[in-house]
């Protein structure tokens, strides 16, 4: 059905004077519980449609978007669609895909990216949420828990386009999730554990999560700033790929087009310590971040962004690819009501051949960050300023929990000063293992 209304969309484009135009319809339903001291808290069932239509006139492009599938909506959407074309400015970047362009594979098959078992009901969702909070709960030093949650949903996603592409592909995702708080007053501290996977049966155990959550809380009890000065900081792979993240945003197309990036004169230079690649797979089975085709109907490959430490390119759908005079490197991403931007899929940072426990015994004094809080990020300088919380280290072994403090320092000298741990979790999106960074400057008592 999904197809149909995609094509429906731009025939009604066509007719109410087009020039060209995409379509993106997502069909999806999402069903999530949350308990709270052993009681249901809120239960929630989503199923809708959501249609989106792009429009060229000329140069000129409009989005609209709509959840109304009735023949005299799409004909109204693409008339207003037209309409406001005709009226934007010309943007001499716009425009699909040519034919010979399009990526071959119109589907996700051999990706497994949908779970064909039973969608789970409430009543087991709950039951999920149930187990993890008791899990949490029952362990020592906890003083509450915040949340438990379980979800679930299914979605399938068609884009069709006037220049001849049709492709789509469905996916699932499973969650569990549990905050669990240690303390009073003044002296709460707070942490969670939480797992997804497209696959229900790969899910780890809800009892597991819950207890993760827990015993995370509890080893903050107790929590004080630690000093300040310069020291090495050792992020831990739950919060790791922000690190690279700040990267990946620096490479993206829309900031180099803008020239707003401090990485913008970096291409061919080192940027990560030499041995080190970050490498985009978008074709990993069974990952949440696969996509078979990006949002523009090209292809999909496996590249690197970084090869031994130096910059091999940015990451372009076809308008940012057109600014800079270079080819798109199928990164389109969109929603039903805007018109395509560069995005990532799944990256991979090379491992390194130490434990985390390695690289703390290592580290001497230091600090081990297990949760980050707000940013400040220059994009123009890499000028980098983020609150966080995790353990102090001494003489290579954890002291104590620490919050209230920030860490601070420049992003193209920090990447240059990365040492990777082996512990990347396989079934992420972003396999990017703990990272050690040395000569932070740090705030706190």
Not at 154 to 175: E, K, P
Not at 334 to 340: L, M, T
Not at 376 to 405: H, K, L, M, Q
Request: negative net charge; contains cysteine; hydrophobic residues 40%.
């Amino acid at each position: 059905m999904t197809f149909d209304l995609a094509q429906a969309l731009l025939d009604a484009a066509r007719a109410a004077g087009a020039d060209a135009a995409d379509a993106i319809v997502i069909d999806g339903t999402s069903v999530s519980i949350d308990v709270r001291g052993g009681r249901l808290e809120h239960a929630e069932r989503a199923e809708g449609l959501d249609l989106g239509l792009r429009v060229l006139v000329g140069q000129r492009q409009a989005c609209v978007s709509s959840s109304d599938a009735r023949p005299e909506t799409m004909a109204l959407m693409a008339e207003r669609a037209v309409a406001m074309a005709r009226e934007a400015p010309e943007d001499p970047f716009a425009g699909l895909a040519d034919p010979d362009q399009l990526s071959a594979r119109r589907d996700a098959d051999g990706l497994e990216l949908f779970d064909p078992s039973d969608e789970p009901d409430p009543a087991q969702l709950e039951d999920d949420a149930r187990r993890a909070e008791a899990a949490a709960q029952g362990v020592a030093g906890v003083s509450q828990v915040d949340q438990a949650s379980a979800a679930y949903s299914a979605r399938q996603v068609c884009l069709a386009a006037s220049n001849g592409f049709q492709g789509g592909y469905a996916r699932t995702s499973r969650h569990v999730s549990c905050v669990a708080i240690t303390g009073e007053g003044t002296a709460m501290e707070r942490d969670w554990s939480s797992e997804g996977r497209i696959f229900q049966a790969d899910l780890p155990s809800t009892e597991s999560i819950g207890r993760e959550a827990g015993e995370r809380a509890a080893q903050r009890a107790g929590s004080r700033k630690p000093p300040s000065g310069g020291y090495p900081v050792l992020y831990d792979e739950r919060i790791s790929a922000s690190l690279i993240g700040h990267l990946t945003s620096a490479i993206n197309g829309s900031a180099i087009a803008r020239g707003a990036s401090w990485l913008r004169d970096a291409l061919g230079q080192a940027v990560l310590p030499a041995g080190m690649d970050l490498i985009e797979d978008p074709l990993r089975a069974r990952i949440a971040g696969t996509r078979p085709f990006d949002a523009e109907g090209l292809e999909t490959r496996r590249r690197a962004l970084v090869q031994d430490g130096v910059l091999q390119g940015w990451v372009l759908d076809l308008a940012t690819a057109r600014k800079l005079g270079l080819h798109s490197t199928a990164n389109a991403a969109r929603g039903p009501g805007a018109p395509p931007s560069p995005s990532l899929s799944n990256i991979v940072l090379t491992p390194g051949t130490q434990s985390r426990d390695d690289l703390i015994r290592d580290m001497g004094t230091g600090l081990l960050v297990t949760s980050l809080i707000g940013s400040t990020i220059n994009p123009n300088t890499g000028d980098y300023s983020r609150g966080a919380s995790g353990f102090w280290v001494e003489n290579g072994e954890i002291a104590y929990p620490v919050n209230e403090c920030t860490i601070a320092g420049n992003l193209r000298d920090m990447l240059m000063r990365l040492t990777a741990a082996n512990d990347a979790r396989p079934h992420l999106s972003r396999l990017v293992p703990s990272l050690l960074v040395e000569g932070l400057t740090i705030a706190g008592s």
